[in-house]
């Protein structure tokens, strides 16, 4: 149920949380107070486990699509230079994540990692456009028989602070498989030929592994 990124701060975040309602059963003589402070850790601490959710999700491979990257929503679709890998120009569809949308990123399609790079940078609020070449990055190129080269960059946001990327170059990797994960409010890209037909549009709500992009 939960992502192996959240393990370590979901144990702490109990302790922690037990510990200061223990105390507060110790410390605060106001049943009133105490309540409510106990109510306040405990939902803090529920948001903890709703944000590393991790449901299992039945992704059906398809040689002939490309499959959204992330959970959230499409808040660009533009032609835009592509100045790291490509050097020309390419359609980008950003995908936004709010805290509350599942954080898991999937690979988009099959084939060989022939690029991988994290790049450090700012937190602009993700859905900005300045965001995918001026904060915290990673950039992934999978080689596909259909498709070509095609990228996707996991962005941070403004609350995000790290960024998990398990694509290394020279492996090849699934369709739908968990390629990483982004703490906190992000957006991942995906930049593709000029000539793709994408199928979704600006405003629409997508799921990792499951939306059709193209």
């Given at each position: 149920?939960?992502?192996?990124?959240?393990?370590?701060?979901?144990?702490?975040?109990?302790?922690?949380?037990t510990s200061l309602v223990i105390s507060l059963e110790?410390?605060?003589?106001?049943?009133?107070?105490?309540?409510?402070?106990?109510?306040?850790?405990?939902?803090?601490?529920?948001?903890?486990?709703?944000?590393?959710?991790?449901?299992?999700?039945?992704?059906?491979?398809?040689?002939?699509?490309?499959?959204?990257?992330?959970?959230?929503?499409?808040?660009?679709?533009?032609?835009?230079?592509?100045?790291?890998?490509?050097?020309?120009?390419?359609?980008?569809?950003?995908?936004?994540?709010?805290?509350?949308?599942?954080?898991?990123?999937?690979?988009?399609?099959?084939?060989?990692?022939?690029?991988?790079?994290?790049?450090?940078?700012?937190?602009?609020?993700?859905?900005?456009?300045?965001?995918?070449?001026?904060?915290?990055?990673?950039?992934?190129?999978?080689?596909?028989?259909?498709?070509?080269?095609?990228?996707?960059r996991q962005i941070a946001g403004t609350v995000a602070?790290?960024?998990?990327?398990?694509?290394?170059?020279?492996?090849?990797?699934?369709?739908?498989?968990?390629?990483?994960?982004?703490?906190?409010?992000?957006?991942?890209?995906?930049?593709?030929?000029?000539?793709?037909?994408?199928?979704?549009?600006?405003?629409?709500?997508?799921?990792?592994?499951?939306t059709i992009i193209v």
């Amino acid at each position: 149920m939960f992502h192996k990124e959240g393990f370590k701060i979901i144990i702490f975040n109990f302790l922690m949380s037990t510990s200061l309602v223990i105390s507060l059963e110790i410390l605060i003589n106001s049943e009133n107070i105490k309540s409510f402070a106990q109510v306040l850790i405990l939902i803090q601490f529920l948001l903890t486990l709703w944000f590393f959710r991790n449901p299992k999700r039945n992704v059906t491979t398809n040689s002939e699509q490309i499959l959204s990257p992330a959970d959230g929503k499409i808040v660009d679709i533009n032609k835009v230079d592509e100045k790291e890998f490509f050097n020309d120009k390419r359609i980008r569809v950003s995908i936004f994540l709010s805290p509350l949308n599942i954080h898991v990123n999937r690979y988009p399609v099959s084939g060989e990692v022939t690029y991988s790079k994290h790049h450090h940078g700012n937190y602009i609020v993700a859905w900005h456009p300045k965001s995918s070449e001026k904060n915290e990055r990673t950039s992934v190129v999978i080689k596909n028989k259909k498709f070509g080269e095609i990228l996707y960059r996991q962005i941070a946001g403004t609350v995000a602070r790290r960024i998990v990327n398990y694509a290394q170059k020279n492996i090849h990797v699934k369709q739908g498989e968990d390629s990483g994960f982004i703490k906190f409010g992000s957006r991942v890209d995906l930049f593709l030929p000029l000539n793709t037909d994408v199928k979704v549009k600006v405003g629409d709500k997508v799921k990792g592994g499951i939306t059709i992009i193209v």
